[in-house]
């Protein structure tokens, strides 16, 4: 379950940064090692990139897919989970979020993600495209519980215009979430937008009234 979120300004490390000493062994998804901003803190790292570094340890591979994950998941059952993992402006990118975030509670205790917030990425233009041409979702907190909008042109309607001009790069630049047990994430309509445009636009339309909670 998510015990915390907040909007933050872009790459507010500080809290953790003071808390991460404490933290036991650290996983960092998505980091690459010598590169991440917790590379001095992390024990072990799942990613495509890098080398790791001493007494350190690289699961390499593509986070989305399941295969990869069976080499950290026969490491914990041998040493146990790792007490807490972190995972930072990756999921954004990545194919699978839900897969990630599944295997998120399945390796660690607890953990710490962040994503550029909705404001964020509405903000942003690229050309005829609304937000970082990578970023393959747009994340939004609804409940308590993360929600996964696919990035798709409907975006680029003027509807969404308010959250690009509701951004504050110093208060809501990044949504940052920390979980215990597992992570709750879904897929918005359970990873099916149709049947229709209309149908699929009154779905977007939580991105817009949830403003209050991310």
């Not at 953790?16 to 933290?23: F, K, S, T």
């Not at 990613?47 to 340890?57: F, K, R, S």
């Not at 999921?91 to 994503?115: H, K, N, S, W």
């Not at 215009?161 to 047990?181: C, F, I, K, T």
Request: with cysteine; net charge neutral.
């Amino acid at each position: 379950m998510l015990t915390s979120w907040r909007l933050t300004k872009w790459r507010d490390r500080a809290d953790i940064l003071a808390r991460l000493p404490c933290c036991g062994r650290i996983l960092d998804v998505g980091g690459q090692p010598g590169r991440s901003w917790a590379s001095g803190f992390a024990s072990a790292f799942v990613d495509l990139n890098g080398a790791a570094g001493p007494g350190q340890t690289l699961f390499r591979g593509n986070i989305s897919l399941p295969h990869v994950w069976e080499e950290v998941k026969a490491h914990v059952a041998h040493h146990g989970k790792f007490d807490f993992a972190i995972c930072t402006h990756v999921l954004e990118d990545v194919a699978c979020p839900e897969l990630v975030c599944e295997m998120l509670g399945q390796v660690a205790l607890r953990g710490y993600i962040v994503t550029p917030s909705k404001y964020a990425e509405c903000a942003h233009v690229e050309g005829a495209w609304l937000g970082r041409y990578h970023h393959r979702w747009l994340f939004n907190l609804e409940k308590a519980r993360l929600v996964a909008y696919p990035k798709i042109g409907l975006l680029a309607l003027p509807a969404f215009a308010p959250l690009g001009a509701a951004y504050d790069s110093r208060a809501n630049a990044e949504l940052q979430v920390e979980w215990q047990d597992d992570v709750d994430l879904a897929l918005a309509g359970d990873d099916y937008l149709g049947p229709n445009r209309t149908v699929a636009f009154a779905l977007y339309r939580r991105l817009l009234d949830n403003r209050s909670t991310s």
